[in-house]
């Protein structure tokens, strides 16, 4: 009976349009800020995928070639990186990891027979830690002294260059890629006065590494054995990018005269920037929140201001600021409350609006459980600051 008497004489002059404004308010910016959230998980699925048209966070960089730098008995030491070149690059803030590619410093000269015809061609190979690659083919191990084959890695670009260039003007099969997995093929490595026949296999194909990759095992094996000079700097460097598209990166290559290969920088531009207006978006959502939260403080304290002779007669009576407080407590959290469904209720229906045409770019929009998450614990820090600011309030008006 006395909570109902303090409510009767509290909420007299609690006024509904500050509580409908505040409501708005913080809805707006609470939607503002899950919905961006959800868009940027629903978009950035994009980068799981190794065939997305935002490029990864990687970047192959190396030297420009100049004048005959690449001509038989000229020096090609302006075109190779040393390693106070590589460990500045790592030490920059965008840099993540670097790593050099290790090529084959001796001959190689593969041999493939299908369909009753012959290829054969000089080739070149290259290995890279494993962590870099954006496949993880079965059979991609290696151990000298086996008769086992080996696994090679090329990129996509070289099968698509077989099929639709060599294969259709000189009359050859076209072949898939499950298929040319399936094709044995032969390799000669020859130099330091040795010559060997290998077997080796595709196993696999990339979308991020434009080369013919090895294991690092058969690599350091092959150089040890056929190289006649030690395993030289190498000429070009795959880095992780600390996140995509970071203008820096491309800052520092143009100033330092290296080039990326193909136009990853330029592609990783999109990545960043839907980074950026996504950030933008949040910061908006959460200063649109912070002024509502504001909006609500001067509500309350024009409210306290009105009751103070109330107050100071509830004091009298024997009530304790806490008693008090609790009904606005429960206003604020129930505002709150119906302002956090209403702002999930947005964001799913956003999100049902978006996720058709993500669908047709080949993506897969994310689970928006994390999302809400993330609402309620922002109107958890919310409804903690109304709470301790009513309180503070209270207290304050019950004892001046």
């Known amino acids: 009976m006395s909570k109902n008497i303090v409510w009767r004489l509290l909420r007299r002059n609690i ?11 913080n809805l707006v910016g609470l939607a503002i800020v899950l919905t961006a959230i959800q868009f940027y998980r ?12 935002i490029s990864k966070d990687y970047l192959i960089i190396s030297k420009r070639v100049k004048g005959l730098g690449a001509l038989p008995g000229t020096n090609d030491a ?10 500045e690059i790592a030490s920059q803030p965008w840099a993540r990891k670097v790593d050099g590619f290790t090529s084959a410093a001796f001959n190689v000269y593969a041999r493939v027979e299908f369909g009753g015809n012959s290829l054969s061609t000089a080739l070149f190979l290259e290995s890279i830690p494993d962590d870099y690659f954006d496949v993880s083919p079965r059979g991609w191990d290696y151990e000298p002294g086996n008769n086992q084959p080996v696994p090679i890695i090329i ?3 070289y099968l698509s260059l077989y099929n639709f260039g060599f294969a259709t003007s000189r009359g050859m099969p076209q072949i898939s890629e499950e298929v040319i997995g399936m094709i044995p093929l032969q390799l000669s490595l020859s130099g330091n006065g040795r010559q060997q026949w290998v077997n080796a296999r595709i196993v696999g194909f990339s ?9 690092e095992e058969f690599m350091d094996w ?5 190289s006649e000079t030690p395993t030289e700097s190498p000429s070009r460097l795959i880095v992780q990018l600390d ?6 990166a491309e800052h520092y290559l143009e100033d330092h005269g290296y080039e990326s290969a193909g136009d990853k920088v330029n592609n990783g531009k999109a990545a960043y920037f839907l980074s950026v207006v996504t950030t933008v978006v949040i910061c908006v959502g959460v200063i649109i929140s912070l002024l509502a939260f504001f909006i609500l403080l001067l509500s309350i304290y024009l409210l306290l201001q009105k009751n103070r002779e109330k107050l100071h007669d509830l004091m009298q009576l024997g009530y304790t600021p806490a008693q008090v407080a609790r009904h606005y407590h429960l206003i604020v959290a129930g505002v709150n409350t119906a302002v956090l469904i209403a702002a999930v209720s947005v964001m799913l229906i956003s999100a049902h609006k978006w996720n058709e045409p993500l669908q047709s770019l080949g993506l897969h929009p994310s689970s928006p459980l994390p999302t809400i998450l993330i609402g309620i614990g922002i109107i958890l820090v919310i409804t903690a600051g109304n709470v301790w600011a009513i309180s503070r309030n209270v207290r304050k008006r019950f004892f001046t």
Do not use: C, H, M
């Open 15 to 25: 006024s509904a349009g500050q509580l409908a404004g505040y409501a708005i308010a």
């Open 42 to 53: 629903d978009v950035t699925t994009v980068w799981e995928d190794e065939d997305s048209f």
């Open 78 to 87: 302006d075109t190779r990186f040393t390693n106070e070149e590589i460990n």
């Open 155 to 157: 990129s996509k670009d």
């Open 207 to 215: 979308s991020r590494l434009n080369t013919i990759a090895v294991p």
């Open 222 to 226: 092959a150089n040890s054995q056929f």
């Open 243 to 248: 996140k995509p598209g970071d203008p820096e």
